[in-house]
C-alpha cells in the first residue's frame, strides 16, 4: 500500500506535522554519488531551495536559515525568508537563536579542561562546586560523575516552567543563583540512561566558568568563539544592563538578531524575546549561519580550522566515542553529542535545539565528510530542521527506499503486550509540575488490525514492524530508526528509549493511568453536579436532620460544589506558558487549593457517612447511596489527583 498518504492523514486527525520532504518538482539526482563524492554545489542548492521553500509554504515558516560544508568547506550559505518584517534572512549577518546547540560549545570547553588536566570526567560532580551549588546524595548510593552530565545520565527530574525561559528583562539571574534556588531532585542511580537535562549541561558550563575565573560568557568568547573567528556568536542576551549579570549583548549584535514568529489568525505574529540567560550554557546562544559553518569545519578536521587547534586528540576521538551502550537504531550521546544512525549506514553527530520559537539542527556526518547547519525563526519549523541532513543524504547518496514494509499479523493477536499508555522519564516527579506535565503527556503505544505498531511520543506519531526479537521494531518507512523495549518476565512492555535517545517512556501504572484518570475525572464531575442539584431541589423542605446526618449533607454540599469549583477552573491548569513567571500562576494555585479544600471535605463526608446510615432518620435509600456513592468517589479522585502531586499548592 501507499503509506504516506495514510500516514498524512493520521498526522491531519492528530493535528501533527508532517516531516518535509523533497520537493515534488526537484528531479531525482541523474546518477547517486558514491561515498568519497562531495555533493556538487548547484545540485545541492537546487535540490535544498526546493525542499526549504516547500516546507516554509506548507508550514508558515517565516525565515531559514542554513550553512552546508563538505570536504573542507561551505558548499551552501543561504538564507530564505524573512529575519523581521523588512529585514531578508542573512546567512553571513542575522544572529538566529540556536537552543540546546549550545550545549555543544559547553562539551568541547570541558574536554579542553580535561586535556589540561583540571577535570577528569570520572571525578564526582561535587568536586568542582561550591558548597551552596553541591548536591545532596538524596539516599542514592553513587555520586554524580562529571561524565554523567555529557550522557544526561546524573538522573535528574526534569523541571522548565516559570523559570527556563523568561521575558523580563528583570527576571534573568545570575547563573549561580539559578543553579541553587532550581536544583532538580535525583530521582534515579546516575549512568543508568539518558534523561536529557538542561539543568546538568548548566553545571557543566558553571564548572568551566569557575575553574576560568571569569563569567561563563567570557570564557567561552575567548575559548572557543574567538580562536575559530565566531565574530558573531555569543551566549549574551539583549536585556538591560544589572549589577551582577554579564555583559548583555553589544548592540552591533541585537541589531543583528532575527524576530521569532508564529501563525496566527493567518498571519505570523512576531514573538517575544526569550531569555535564557539564567542558565546560559543550557541554550541562550545566538549565531550566524556562516560562523556555524566555520564550527562545523572545525568539528569535522578535528578541532583544527586553518592555522587554529581548538582541542586536541583527546576531544576529537571523545566527541566520537558513545558513553552508554544503546540498542542499535536508538540514538546515543558521544560526550555530550548525539549520535544517530541514518538510512545506507550512515552516522551522524550533532544536536538540536530548541526554544519556544526557534528550531536548529546540526548534523555532522563523518564517512560523507558533511555537515547540515539549519534554522528556523518559525514555531512551525521543526519537521524541516530536524529531517533536511537525512533528505540530502538520501537524494544523494541512496537509491529511493522501496517500498513501506508490510504489517504483521501475528503482532495483532499479542497487541496487548505493548498498548497502553507511557509516560516519560523527562519531567517533574513531585508537586504542581508533575501534575501539569502528567497532565499534558500523550504518550501512547497501539497496535492495528494489519500489525503495525504505532507509537506516539510527544509530537511524533510512527508505524512500526516487528524486527525479529520479540523486544524490537523497525520503522515502517524503511528508516534505520529503532524502537527497543524492556519485556518483564511474562514479555510484556515495560519501558522503551525513544528512537532520539534523549529519554524513555515507561508504562504508566494503575495510578497514573490517563484512561482511569479520566474516567474518574467524569464520574467525579457528574456526582457532584447530581449532588448539588439534589440539594437544590430539595430546598428548604428538608427535614431537620439528626447529627450525622445533618453532617453528611454539609459536606456532601461542600464536596460536591468545591469540585465543581475545582473542573471549571481545571481547564487552564499546565497549560500557561512554560516562560516568565507566569508559572504557577494565581489560577493554578487556586485550582490546587480548591483541590486539596476538595479533598478534606470527600474526607470528612465518607468519616460521616456511617454513623449517619445508623441513625433513624428517615431519608430516602436512593439519597443515602448517593452521598455513599459520592463519597467513596470523591475519596478516589482525591487519591489520583493526589498521586499525581496536585493537591500540592506549596510546591
Same mark, same amino acid.
Given at each position: ?385 530536524? %529531517? ?24 495483532? %493477536? ?81 519501558? /522503551? ?139 478516589? /479522585? ?14
Amino acid at each position: 500500500m501507499n503509506w504516506r498518504p495514510a500516514v498524512a492523514v493520521l498526522a491531519a486527525v492528530l493535528g501533527l506535522a508532517m516531516p518535509a520532504n523533497a520537493p515534488a518538482d526537484t528531479p531525482p539526482a541523474q546518477s547517486l554519488l558514491r561515498k568519497g563524492q562531495p555533493i556538487p554545489a548547484q545540485d545541492l542548492e537546487r535540490f535544498v531551495d526546493g525542499a526549504v521553500r516547500d516546507a516554509m509554504a506548507a508550514e508558515h515558516i517565516a525565515g531559514v536559515s542554513v550553512a552546508i560544508v563538505q570536504s573542507g568547506r561551505p558548499v551552501l550559505l543561504k538564507g530564505y525568508g524573512l529575519a523581521d518584517k523588512t529585514r531578508p534572512m542573512d546567512p553571513d549577518r542575522t544572529l538566529v537563536r540556536i537552543g540546546s546547540v549550545s550545549k555543544t560549545f559547553v562539551w568541547v570547553a570541558l574536554l579542553k579542561e580535561v586535556e589540561r588536566g583540571r577535570v577528569r570526567l570520572a571525578d564526582p560532580v561535587n568536586d568542582y562546586l561550591p558548597p551552596a551549588l553541591k548536591i545532596p546524595d538524596q539516599g542514592f548510593k553513587a555520586p554524580i560523575r562529571v561524565i554523567d552530565l555529557m550522557s544526561h545520565a546524573a538522573g535528574f527530574e526534569d523541571t522548565a516552567r516559570g523559570h527556563l525561559f523568561v521575558y523580563r528583562d528583570e527576571d534573568v539571574t545570575p547563573l549561580a543563583d539559578y543553579l541553587a534556588r532550581r536544583r532538580p531532585r535525583r530521582v534515579r542511580e546516575p549512568g543508568q540512561f539518558a534523561t536529557y537535562s538542561n539543568y546538568g549541561a548548566a553545571l557543566a558550563g558553571y564548572i568551566v566558568a569557575r575553574l576560568n575565573g571569569q563569567d561563563f560568557e567570557t570564557v567561552m568568547e575567548r575559548e572557543v568563539f574567538a580562536p575559530l573567528g565566531m565574530a558573531s556568536t555569543t551566549y549574551r542576551e539583549p536585556y538591560a544592563p544589572r549589577r551582577g549579570l554579564p555583559e548583555p549583548m553589544p548592540r552591533a549584535l541585537s541589531a543583528r538578531l532575527s524576530d521569532g514568529f508564529a501563525w496566527r489568525d493567518a498571519r505570523f505574529q512576531v514573538q517575544p524575546f526569550e531569555h535564557i540567560s539564567q542558565i546560559a550554557p543550557a541554550g541562550s546562544a545566538s549565531t550566524t549561519a556562516a560562523d556555524m559553518a566555520r564550527y562545523m569545519l572545525a568539528l569535522q578536521n578535528g578541532g583544527r580550522l586553518g592555522g587554529t587547534e581548538l582541542y586536541g586528540p583527546f576531544t576529537a576521538q571523545a566527541l566520537r566515542t558513545p558513553i552508554l551502550a544503546t540498542p542499535s537504531g536508538v540514538n546515543g550521546w558521544a560526550h555530550g553529542l548525539m549520535v544517530r544512525d541514518l538510512p545506507g549506514g550512515f552516522r551522524t553527530y550533532g544536536h538540536g535545539g530548541a526554544t519556544g520559537v526557534f528550531f536548529t539542527n546540526m548534523a555532522l556526518i563523518p564517512d560523507l565528510d558533511l555537515g547540515v547547519f539549519a534554522n528556523s525563526n518559525s514555531t512551525g519549523g521543526r519537521a524541516l530542521v530536524e %529531517r533536511l541532513p537525512e533528505l540530502i543524504v538520501e537524494h544523494f547518496y541512496l537509491p529511493p527506499r522501496g517500498s513501506p514494509l508490510p504489517g504483521d499479523p501475528a503482532l495483532a %493477536r499479542r497487541g496487548g503486550l505493548y498498548a497502553g499508555d507511557y509516560i516519560p522519564t523527562r519531567r517533574a516527579y513531585f508537586g504542581l509540575e508533575k501534575f501539569a506535565d502528567l497532565l499534558g503527556a500523550e504518550d501512547r503505544v497501539w497496535v492495528t488490525r494489519d500489525g503495525y505498531l504505532i507509537a506516539k511520543t510527544g509530537s511524533v506519531t510512527r508505524a512500526w514492524v516487528p524486527d525479529g526479537d520479540p523486544s524490537r521494531f523497525r520503522a515502517a518507512d524503511g528508516g534505520s530508526d529503532r524502537l527497543v523495549f524492556k519485556l518483564d518476565a511474562q514479555g510484556r512492555a515495560v519501558s /522503551f528509549p525513544i528512537a532520539r535517545g534523549s529519554y524513555t517512556l515507561e508504562r504508566a501504572g494503575p495510578m497514573l493511568d490517563r484512561t482511569l484518570f479520566g474516567r474518574a475525572a467524569t464520574a467525579t464531575l457528574a456526582v457532584a453536579l447530581l449532588v448539588l442539584a439534589q440539594r437544590v431541589f430539595a430546598g428548604r423542605r428538608a427535614s431537620p436532620a439528626p447529627t450525622w446526618t445533618g453532617r453528611v449533607r454539609a459536606a456532601s454540599l461542600i464536596a460536591a460544589g468545591l469540585w465543581v469549583v475545582v473542573f471549571a477552573a481545571f481547564k487552564g491548569f499546565g497549560l500557561e506558558d512554560q516562560g516568565g513567571t507566569a508559572w504557577p500562576g494565581p489560577e493554578v494555585l487556586a485550582t490546587s487549593i480548591a483541590a486539596l479544600a476538595a479533598a478534606a471535605a470527600s474526607v470528612a463526608l465518607l468519616a460521616a457517612t456511617p454513623p449517619a446510615w445508623m441513625e433513624a432518620n428517615g431519608e430516602a435509600w436512593w439519597l443515602k447511596g448517593l452521598q455513599a456513592s459520592a463519597a467513596a468517589l470523591f475519596v478516589i /479522585f482525591s487519591v489520583l489527583v493526589a498521586v499525581r502531586g496536585g493537591l500540592s499548592p506549596w510546591a
